[in-house]
């Protein structure tokens, strides 16, 4: 009764069978792990996740907790049903009347024994007794069809009596008992082992687990950044749509009215040309030479401000055609402002400036002056009277407060004209001591660097020239973590790609400035929100 509770106890309700890898939800009820796992699956659809069970709603897909205490309880449960099963299946072979469960077996007899037979059964020594078993011939020697009672450990074989002093005469041989416990005592060595292992599975699996729901989370927050960018694109859109037609209707109004006045002039001027035309033809038909040469000369006929009217309507014409470039100006400003916000989507859902970048005063050389707002390096030929400390660059460098682990992010630099310095950036722990410290001159830094006005990129002293004709002295450095790239750009008008380094990063990254009589700033946003250069062209290499 109390087998039969306990098996009740630890049935799946969703299987109905002994759990097999059970695991917790917050609410506390247990499930197979493949069983839970399958309802929510139908309920990722739905996005409404709630437990088999009591039907408890959790936000979100719930995590699933191993239970490891009832998971030993059910392993065990297995085995010793297995084991009872096993010894029930075997009767007692001289019960004829009715089966009786066998509690020993007679190796020698090759018989299986209930208590009451096996009280009255030889005591002799060639009678051996096992725990019940139906394969009794196995259990002894296939050639002397005696009991296996030896272990040769040379063979790794069973053995009887007869096969020591045979066969096997002069091999290390057990007792059955003994070579037993031996391998058993190895066996568990290797199931603590297994434990272990098993430990570290689970451990692992937890692992993935939290960087799952972590990339989900972060999938999540991306998702809402676009939503809200793609929201404000459509206002944009809807607000352009609703200004520039009305902007185009009211201009046209304006040069309605004013081309009405200009031709309702014409027309009065056409009316006076005419009248004055027929005139000097009424003249020249006349016979009388006297009435003729009495009329004024024809060109005292033409009134001179009439003849500069002309000049005065074209340039009114023109001045109404020059007005028709306003709408554009305002459409085209307008399309560049939402090409900058696509872009920012494109380059890797949402690429975030790092404004809040400020370099890191503690790790400036002694002849870097810092400015109050640790935004700008400028070397000084006086030294700055700093304590040397172990994270101090010897050389003319210094790197950024600011670490970046994950993410997109960038950051742009102006230097001053200059014939040498280097922008990038590197891991803390790069070396702060000796040519191998500078930027770009060992495996833990990658740079931009200028040496008499031609630009290369270095990485672990590896020198690569750019072929580019370089004359902004603006420059973007791009930071893509978890695809491994760093990537340079220079600030022109569209802004163009210099380079890109590929790589694994397995420290934080830090902004790093190295300078030769010349200052570089890191550049704040300007007051509307965006940097001073477009990033139209991002897209096309990031």
Known sequence: MASSHLRNELLCSICLSTYTDPVTLRCGHNFCRVCVDRVLDTQDESGVYSCPECREEFQGRPALMKNINLHNVAERFLITQQEQEEITGICCTYCVDSPVPAVRSCLHCEASLCDKHLRSHSKSPEHVLSDPSTSLEKRKCSVHKKILEYYCTEDAACICVYCS???????????????????????????????????????????????????????ARKVEKVIALCTNIRRRLDDLEMRVPSEIYRQEKEESLSLSALIHQLEIKKDELSRKMRHIEELCNMTDPLTVLQEPDTGDLCDPEEEGGDEDTGGHDKQLHDGDDLDVVMISDTVHTLCDVITGIKSGIYVEDSTDILLDINTASNYIHISDNLKTATRTREKQNRPETAERFQGYQVMSRRGFTSGQYYWDVESSRSDYWIVGMCYPSIDRRGRKSYIGYNNKSWSLWRYDNQYSVIHDEEVIPLPHQ?????????????????????????????????ATFTEPLHAALCLWDCSIKILERSSDGRNHHNIRNLDRDW
């Open 165 to 219: 002093v045979g066969k096997h005469r002069g091999h290390r041989v057990e007792i059955l008992d003994e070579a037993s416990e031996r391998k058993k005592k190895k066996l568990r060595n290797v199931y603590q082992k297994l434990i272990t292992k098993r430990e570290m599975t689970e451990e692992r699996v937890r692992s993935l687990e939290e960087r799952r729901k972590k990339a989900q989370e972060k999938a």
């Open 470 to 502: 370089i004359s902004s002295d603006r420059f973007r450095i791009c930071l893509d973590y978890e695809a491994g790239q760093l990537s340079f750009y220079e600030l022109c008008d569209p802004t163009r790609h210099l380079h890109t380094f590929t």
